[in-house]
């Protein structure tokens, strides 16, 4: 289907998700609707181990809400289907890693977009922003997420003010994890996604379960919750023969083989 908005590659247990919504990659109800189910399926799919998300193009990553369609009619807070907007920050129980591969322009949702993924790499060009001050209406997504990433004083601004940073800056407070020359970024994204994908999903399950549960909890509640094997994933990992493969391939000197179970 080549008139999809979303594009979709997969590749053993990788999952490569464009945004190709012409002109600028913006994300309307339909859209976000598309990738909730993609990503939905993602999360289900035992054979799919990491996703990869960018956008087409070379000038937009994504500027996030189609202000054209909110001004047709689209409401604000309409459907947004599985996950909420783009499908990923409201997803629950995804227990899979996320690379954003942000390749231009990532202002407003799309910002909240690429926050949602687990590391994020970026083109020299890129650059970010929170503008949607200017359009009279609240980041909702990134007013939790980014004072909680960067500096609290660093995020009030960006959030109060809609100033622009270019991707150096972005990565000095922390946010983007590489810079890279836009003609290397997605050869980098697959690296880190086959390095990934190799890994022990159920020990990436069990840490992404943990990070989530902790963000909001007291230090011994959630080491109460890890150690009591109240979280889903971590019974699941402290109960799976992944958990001893790990030891007996060091043990045998050889490398694991990770199962998934």
Avoid at 87 to 101: F, S, T
Avoid at 153 to 165: D, K, P, Q, V, Y
Avoid at 236 to 242: C, E, I, K, P, R
Wanted: include cysteine; aromatic fraction near 8%; hydrophobic fraction near 45%.
């Amino acid at each position: 289907m080549t008139d999809t908005p979303v594009k979709t590659r997969r590749e053993g247990g990788i999952l490569e998700v464009t945004l190709d919504r012409p002109k600028g990659n913006a994300i309307d109800l339909a859209t976000s609707r598309i990738m909730g189910g993609i990503f939905a399926d993602f999360r289900d799919d035992p054979a799919l181990r990491v996703a990869i998300i960018t956008g087409a193009g070379q000038k937009f990553f994504c500027p996030g809400w189609d202000l054209k369609a909110a001004a047709g009619g689209d409401a604000v807070d309409g459907d947004y289907g599985v996950g909420g907007f783009g499908g990923l920050q409201e997803l629950r129980d995804l227990n899979k890693p996320v690379i954003a591969a942000v390749n231009g322009i990532c202002c407003g949702g799309g910002l909240e977009w690429a926050l949602s993924a687990d590391i994020i790499l970026a083109a020299e060009h890129a650059t970010f922003a929170l503008p949607e001050i200017r359009s009279g209406t609240v980041a909702d997504a990134a007013s939790v997420k980014l004072p909680k990433r960067i500096p609290y004083h660093i995020a009030m601004e960006m959030l109060l003010t809609g100033r622009w940073l270019d991707v150096v800056e972005a990565h000095r407070w922390g946010f983007v994890n590489e810079i890279l020359p836009a003609d290397q970024l997605m050869a980098r994204a697959w690296e880190q996604a086959r390095l990934l994908a190799s890994g022990p999903p159920l020990v990436y399950a069990a840490i992404k379960e943990i990070v989530r549960d902790a963000e909001d909890s007291k230090f011994q509640d959630s080491m109460n919750r890890i150690t009591g094997r109240h979280l889903r994933s971590v019974d699941a990992l402290y109960g799976s023969t992944d958990n001893l493969e790990g030891a007996r391939a060091f043990a045998e000197k050889r490398d694991p083989v990770w199962k998934g179970k």
